[in-house]
């Protein structure tokens, strides 16, 4: 929107964000997981962990980021600020997918093959995820400065 300087999301949107990434990167991380590991009952777990401990942490970390206006211009974030959230939020993921891997499947090369294939693909796919969200209104609250 012309004018408009900044703005905030609200819970819900970072619930349903957090929620619809999860949704996809629990995807290629199941298909990860049972490439290297070659068994759906690992790959299931794997995903499981990842699932329950990544969803409170994402929603964490967008309410931290929300607090933030670095990156926001016109009422979107910017590319900057979608690379910025990508890469942190990668690596907190990446040690994230690598214990729990090594965790449930109890060989450290197939963790490294799981979290580094994940990291890659992911990556960037979280950038893009990023760059649409930043195009959705829904759930933005505009900060309006008000001068007489």
């Known amino acids: 929107l012309p004018g408009v300087n900044s703005f905030s999301e ?4 970072s619930i349903i964000k957090s929620f619809m990434w ?3 990167a629990g995807s290629v991380t199941f298909l990860t997981s049972l490439r290297f590991s070659g068994s759906i009952s690992t790959a299931i777990s794997i995903v499981g962990s990842d ?6 942490t994402m929603f964490v970390g967008e309410r931290l980021m929300n607090k933030s206006q670095a990156g926001r211009n016109g009422g ?9 959230k990508a890469l942190i939020w990668r690596l ?9 891997s090594l965790l449930i499947a109890k060989n450290i090369s197939m963790a490294s093959k799981i979290a580094g294939s994940d990291a890659v693909f992911k990556t960037g796919l979280m950038f893009l995820y990023e760059r649409v969200w930043a195009k959705i209104e ?6 309006s400065e008000f001068a007489i």
Do not use: E
């Open 10 to 13: 609200t819970p819900i949107r």
């Open 138 to 143: 829904w759930g933005k609250s505009y900060n």
């Open 92 to 100: 907190f993921a990446i040690c994230n997918t690598m214990c729990m």
């Open 76 to 84: 979107s974030d910017d590319v900057g600020r979608s690379l910025a």
């Open 51 to 56: 699932f329950f401990s990544k969803s409170a």
């Open 22 to 24: 999860r949704l996809i």
